[in-house]
């Protein structure tokens, strides 16, 4: 009798899931042919939650929000600082909320007045950066580090496109993975891939106007 | 005891029921001309393992012998392919630009030699996707190359 009884509650239930997950499955084509859409809206939802929260900050900080937010490569240089800022202080959780930011301001970097060729390399070079940004932006600080290095030549490579309005610093350090660039607003030697274990490490390479 | 059978029957039906839940099979018939193993000259023995340690999260063909169709492994794997896929997709590589291509190698390389991928709880059931040290050596030192020809 119990045995039966066995039977029919899994038949039932083998039913009742068969029903669900078909129906579960109609959806999921459905969800398909909008993925590229929800996709987007997301992003877009990330920019303004941005500045939502910068809402409740000081105006300091709204003003960096608007600058990261017009388009210009000014702005996405800005946003690399600050996350080398966050590496050189070995500040993991502070890095990935500027990966996230960056990868929004490379994301709205406007390369329209460039030429055909040039604008076919930007667009190359930010698609590649916004990857390594989103890695940041979820990653524990060794691997934000590993992403760092390709994203700081994405930079370098943009800056030889784009130019820079304040001297730019490449500097190396020939002991992080093989030898590693980055850029810097100033001379002195911060090392973003090693922060406090080795801060010093490197040398200015080249001065970029 | 009785509630020790019970559970173990409802664990059981559980069990059941769930293999009858369809998932979406990452399959295809056709390889598209921009597979990394058609664009590039790539040894055979290499070959082989990309195919076996990468391609189930990392293209759009997965292997599905039976272990791989039973939940929840099924499910499990379907997560990975999805997310992997995103990350990575052997199958488009050619559609990539240099830039993109040496940016994806220098990754393979850190996750190969990390031992991060294939990850670990797939070599859990499949054990011949395991580099030994030997292959490890040889599938960076091709990439190395690969990455410095671009």
């Known amino acids: 009798m119990s045995k039966l009884k066995l039977v029919i509650g899994v038949v039932a239930i083998a039913f009742v899931t068969l029903t669900a997950a078909s129906c579960k499955d109609a959806k999921t084509e459905k969800n398909n042919s909008t993925d590229h859409h929800s996709e987007m809206n997301a992003n877009g939802d990330h920019s303004k939650m941005n500045h939502d929260n910068s809402d409740g900050h000081h105006d300091g900080e709204k003003k960096e929000m608007a600058m990261s937010g017009d388009g210009n490569p000014q702005a996405v240089l800005n946003d690399y600082f600050n996350l080398k800022d966050a590496l050189v202080g070995d500040d993991n959780a502070k890095a990935k909320e500027l990966g996230a930011i960056l990868a929004t301001s490379l994301g709205k970097l406007d390369i329209s007045k460039y ?37 700081s ?32 607003m100033s001379e002195d030697i911060k090392n973003p891939y090693y922060g406090s274990k080795m801060l010093t490490c490197g040398k200015v390479q080249k001065e970029i106007n | 005891m009785k509630a020790v059978k019970i559970i173990a029957i409802v664990l059981l039906v559980a069990f059941v029921v769930i293999q009858f839940i369809p998932v979406d099979r990452n399959q295809s018939d056709s390889v598209p001309k921009t597979d990394f193993m058609l664009v590039n000259d790539v040894p055979s023995d290499i070959k082989d393992k990309l195919r076996v340690s990468c391609y189930d999260c990392h293209s759009n063909n997965t292997q599905y012998p039976w272990y791989n169709k039973v939940q929840p492994v099924a499910w499990f794997l379907e997560g990975h392919i ?15 630009s240099n830039r993109r291509k040496a940016s994806k190698l220098r990754s393979i390389i850190k996750q190969i030699e990390s031992g991060e991928m294939p990850l670990a709880s797939y070599t859990l059931i499949h054990k011949d996707a395991i580099f030994s040290e030997e292959e490890t050596k040889q599938v960076v030192k091709y990439m190395e190359n690969l990455k410095d020809s671009l």
């Open chain 1, 115 to 151: 030429t055909g060729a040039q604008q076919s390399d930007l667009r190359d070079i930010v698609e590649d950066a916004v990857e390594h940004a989103e890695h940041i932006s979820e990653s524990d600080i060794a691997h934000q580090r590993e992403h760092f290095k390709i994203l």
């Open chain 1, 153 to 184: 030549k994405d930079m370098t490579d943009m800056v030889a496109i784009t130019g820079t309005e304040n001297t730019l610093y490449q500097q190396f350090c020939p002991m992080y993975d093989g030898g590693s660039a980055w850029l810097s």
């Open chain 2, 82 to 96: 999805k997310e992997g896929k995103s990350e990575l997709n052997f199958n488009e590589w050619d559609a990539l």
